[in-house]
């Protein structure tokens, strides 16, 4: 609730500067915002959580050390990462991308090698488990992928939604236009007001012996987010450029509603509320106990894995939108790009619905 509190209010603080003022104005005041939480949290600690989180005595020294190091290689990780963005190797590293995309079969080598590995590596930390351990870590690395198929489509939020919505949606009430970072605030404001209402379905459910099992509620989740995509698709079909109507001079082109991106928040939030508390959730009752920590940090490897390659799937927009880039389908404008996420999400929400028997015959406790 604090998380998505503070999620709730900084757009209208950074994203007004950012948009109205300045960008150099909206991050700088980010950079306030965390400054004035660490300082609340130093002030905060000694009043109010005393020894909470601190270590034995015995290990002060040690963790005092440990913290230090941290500190400074952070402040140097920092540094030779904005030394490298001045020095142009990050654009070379974007090169080296594109050259890959232009050489299909040397780019798949690589990801074959890369997965590969990680099968390799899956299969080494399964084998050092306990035999009983094994089926719930199996399941635990089922449900990460399908998580990070998850935040692949709903980080789309950030990107290629915002600039739809920042390009092509009617942001006016009134004599007022709607800052379109002000959208970022939606998801925030209704997990801050629907997180209540579905710990008490949870309960109740719970309570009457029909809760859904972790897997039916990944695959809610998957669902609810191809639901949402659908009032994209709608938007995008209502905004597609005509063009005998750009070749028109002072002509007026369609915008779609902005009650159609509160509609796509809404369903993402409902998707992410069955999925994501309760998946961290899993982790922690699940993970053979010498493994938690491990494991719940893998798990938000998975997280980063679908914001990168929800970037990369953003940066094709423009392509999809020119007819550069064919899909199966033809609805026009962005409204093809969004429809990819309706198919992926609700195709991978009725997979995990099927193997859900499977995946609880894996799991610690079945009725989780």
């Avoid at 700088?28 to 034995?56: D, N, Q």
């Avoid at 990801?111 to 084998?127: P, T």
């Avoid at 028109?248 to 779609?256: H, I, L």
């Avoid at 392509?319 to 969004?338: H, M, R, T, V, Y």
Wanted: charged content about 10%; some cysteine; proline content about 5%.
């Amino acid at each position: 609730m604090g998380i998505n509190l503070g999620a709730f209010l900084c757009a209208f603080i950074c994203g007004t500067l950012g948009e109205k003022v300045g960008w150099h104005w909206g991050f700088g005041s980010a950079a306030v915002g965390m400054i004035l939480g660490l300082l609340l949290y130093v002030w905060g600690k000694p009043r109010f959580m005393r020894e909470i989180g601190h270590p034995p005595e015995d290990r002060k020294v040690a963790a005092n050390a440990a913290s230090m190091f941290f500190l400074v290689f952070a402040l140097v990780a920092s540094g030779l990462f904005a030394a490298a963005y001045y020095a142009g190797l990050l654009s070379n590293l974007q090169n080296a991308v594109n050259d890959l995309a232009a050489k299909p079969a040397l780019g798949w080598t690589i990801v074959g090698v890369l997965i590969a590995g990680i099968v390799a590596w899956l299969a080494w930390f399964l084998s050092i488990n306990r035999p009983e351990d094994r089926g719930p870590v199996v399941s635990i690395f089922v449900f990460m992928f399908f998580n990070a198929f998850f935040w692949l489509a709903f980080e789309q939020a950030g990107s290629s939604i915002n600039v739809f919505t920042e390009q092509k949606t009617d942001r006016m009430l009134g004599s007022f236009e709607v800052p379109a970072t002000w959208f970022q605030s939606v998801n925030a404001g209704l997990i801050f007001m629907l997180a209540p209402l579905f710990a008490a379905i949870w309960t109740r459910l719970g309570k009457r012996n029909l809760n859904p099992t972790q897997p039916v509620k990944i695959a809610l989740g998957l669902f609810f987010l191809g639901l949402g995509f659908l009032f994209m698709v709608w938007a995008g079909v209502i905004a597609k450029d005509d063009p005998a109507l750009l070749a028109s001079p002072g002509a007026q082109v369609a915008k779609a509603g902005m009650w159609l991106i509160f509609m796509t928040y809404f369903w993402h939030t409902v998707g992410e509320l069955c999925l994501s508390p309760t998946g961290l959730s899993y982790v922690t009752k699940a993970a053979p106990v010498k493994f938690v920590s491990l494991l719940m940090g893998i798990w938000f490897v998975s997280s980063f894995v679908a914001n990168l390659g929800g970037g990369l799937v953003a940066a094709q927009v423009e392509k999809i939108e020119k007819g550069e880039l064919k899909l199966p389908w033809n609805f026009g404008g962005q409204a093809d790009f969004f429809f990819l996420f309706v198919a992926t999400s609700i195709g991978a929400s009725i997979v995990i619905f099927v193997l859900s028997p499977l995946l609880r015959k894996l799991m610690r406790n079945p009725n989780d």
